[in-house]
C-alpha cells in the first residue's frame, strides 16, 4: 500500500496583512517599544502561551464570581470593583503579548512555521474565552443580554476569525480583522470603566430607549457585516481578478467553511432539542464546548493552509454531537424514564455530562466560598458525592 505523507510545513513563508489604522499608528508602535524589555533568551511561544494563560484565568476569574451571568443584574450580588480592574488589565496584557509575540521571534530570528501555527491556534480557543467573559459586565436578567443572544454572538466572532484564515487558504495572504483590535481596546476600557461606574451604570439607556445591552450587540453584528465580512469579500475578488487564487472549484473554494457550518447547526439543533434547556442551565459550559470544538476545526484549517495541503470536510468532533442530535426524544422532549441510571428523567447521556460537570464546579465553588479548611472539604467532597448519587 502507498504511504500516505504528513503534512509538511517545510518552505513555509507567512504572509499576513495588517490594513487597521488603530494597529498601524498606535498599537504596532506601543508593541515595538514593549518587546525591546523583553530579553533575547526569551521564547516567543512562551509569551503566546502566557497571554492566552491570562485570558483563561479572567474567564474562570469571572465564572468564580459570576457563575450564572446573573451577577450584573438587578437585584444580584455585584462583580467586586476591583476584580474588573484586575480582569481588564489582564486582558489589555494579554492583548500586548499577543502582539508582540511576532516580533520577538522576528528579533531573535526564531520565527518557525510551528510557532505561527501555536500563535494562531491559540486566537482560535481564546475566542471564546475574551467573549464569555466580556458577557459578564451586562449578563442576563431584565438589564442584560439573553444567553441565547450572546450564543449567537460568540458565532459572529467565530465566523469572523475562520473568515480571514479562509481567504489565506484561498488567498495565501492571510489578511488580519479589523475587529480584533478594536475589539480587545474596547473591551479593556469598558472593564476598566465598570470599576469606576458599577454595572448600575450599563442599566441607563444609551441613546433614547438605546440600551447599552443593545450597543454591545449592534456593535458586534455591524463590526461583523460592515468590516469584516466586506473586507474579505473584496480581498478574494482582487484574488480572483490577479488570477492569484489557490483553488478554482467553487466546492474546493468553500470546503473549509463546511465544518464551522455543520458545527453551528449541530449546537443549534441541540439547543432548540435540549430536553432540559441546556443552554439556559449551563450555558457556560455550552459555550466551551462550542469554542473547544471551533478551535480544533481551525487548527486543522490552518494546519492545511500552512502544509498547501486540501482542507478536510469534516472534523471527528461533529460525530459526538451529531449522534446526541440524532438520539430519539419522545413527543413531548422529555425522555422516559428507564433503567438506565442516565435515563432517569434529567436529559440525554451528553446533558448529563454537562450537568455533573457542572454540579463539580458549583460544588467547589460553594467549597471555596466558605471557611473550615480539611473538614470543609471533606464536606465539599460527601455532599458532591452525595448529590451525584441522587441525580443517578
Not at 183 to 197: H, K, N, R
Amino acid at each position: 500500500r502507498e504511504a500516505v505523507a504528513a503534512p509538511s510545513l517545510e518552505g513555509f513563508k507567512g504572509s499576513a496583512v495588517d490594513s487597521n489604522p488603530l494597529s498601524l499608528y498606535v498599537m504596532h508602535p506601543f508593541w515595538n517599544t514593549i518587546v525591546k524589555i523583553f530579553p533575547t533568551w526569551l521564547a516567543p511561544n512562551l509569551i503566546t502561551f502566557s497571554g492566552f494563560l491570562l485570558l483563561v484565568f479572567n474567564f474562570f476569574l469571572m465564572a468564580y464570581f459570576d457563575p450564572d451571568f446573573y451577577a450584573s443584574a438587578p437585584d444580584h450580588q455585584h462583580v467586586p470593583n476591583g476584580v474588573w480592574v484586575v480582569v481588564g488589565l489582564l486582558n489589555f496584557i494579554a492583548y500586548t503579548l499577543d502582539g508582540v509575540d511576532g516580533k520577538q521571534a522576528r528579533r531573535t530570528n526564531s520565527s518557525t512555521p510551528l510557532g505561527e501555527l501555536f500563535d494562531h491556534g491559540l486566537d482560535s480557543w481564546a475566542c471564546v474565552y475574551f467573549v464569555v467573559t466580556v458577557y459578564s459586565t451586562f449578563g442576563r436578567g431584565s438589564t442584560g443580554v439573553s444567553v441565547f443572544v450572546l450564543y449567537l454572538l460568540l458565532w459572529v466572532v467565530l465566523f469572523s476569525f475562520i473568515l480571514s484564515h479562509w481567504e489565506k487558504y484561498n488567498t495565501g495572504i492571510l489578511f488580519l480583522p479589523w475587529g480584533y483590535d478594536i475589539s480587545q481596546v474596547t473591551i479593556s476600557i469598558v472593564y476598566i470603566v465598570t470599576a469606576f461606574v458599577g454595572v448600575e451604570a450599563w442599566y441607563a439607556p444609551f441613546l433614547f430607549n438605546f440600551l447599552y445591552r443593545d450597543l454591545f450587540t449592534a456593535m458586534i453584528i455591524a463590526c461583523a457585516l460592515t468590516v469584516t465580512l466586506p473586507m474579505s469579500l473584496y480581498n478574494f475578488y482582487k484574488a480572483y481578478k490577479n488570477n492569484t487564487l489557490k483553488h478554482h472549484s467553487v466546492y474546493e473554494i468553500l470546503l473549509p467553511l463546511v465544518s464551522p457550518v455543520l458545527l453551528f447547526l449541530l449546537c443549534t439543533t441541540w439547543i432548540f432539542m435540549s430536553p432540559t434547556d441546556i443552554l439556559e442551565v449551563h450555558p457556560r459550559l455550552f459555550y466551551f464546548m462550542v469554542g473547544t470544538a471551533f478551535a480544533n476545526i481551525s487548527c486543522q484549517l490552518i494546519v492545511c493552509q500552512m502544509s498547501s495541503t486540501r482542507c478536510q470536510p469534516l472534523n471527528w468532533m461533529l460525530l459526538p454531537i451529531a449522534a446526541r442530535d440524532a438520539a430519539p426524544l419522545p413527543a413531548d422532549g422529555f425522555p422516559h424514564p428507564g433503567p438506565h441510571p442516565l435515563r432517569g428523567g434529567r436529559g440525554e447521556p451528553a446533558e448529563q455530562a454537562l450537568q455533573y460537570t457542572a454540579l463539580l464546579a458549583k460544588e467547589a465553588h460553594a467549597g471555596l466560598t466558605r471557611s473550615g479548611g480539611r473538614e470543609n472539604q471533606l464536606a465539599v467532597c460527601r455532599s458532591t458525592v452525595n448529590n451525584c448519587c441522587k441525580s443517578l
